[in-house]
């Protein structure tokens, strides 16, 4: 029994299999954040630019 349980306790695997869903959240919170920011800053820029365009005549 305590063979099982020190060889359960040596064995990395699975910690090794969390590292890296932690670090692919991370990354994956990184994208969706900087898109957010750059879809709203995006936004704006297209929504200026029309307000400008609304009072334009076209010969």
Request: no cysteine; net charge neutral.
């Amino acid at each position: 029994m305590t063979t099982l349980l020190t060889r359960f306790l040596k064995d990395e695997s699975g910690a090794t299999a969390i590292e890296y869903g932690l670090i692919a959240a991370l990354i994956s919170v990184g994208i969706i954040a900087g898109a957010s920011s750059l879809g709203t800053s995006l936004g704006t820029l297209f929504t200026n630019l029309g307000t400008k365009l609304n009072g334009v005549t076209v010969p």
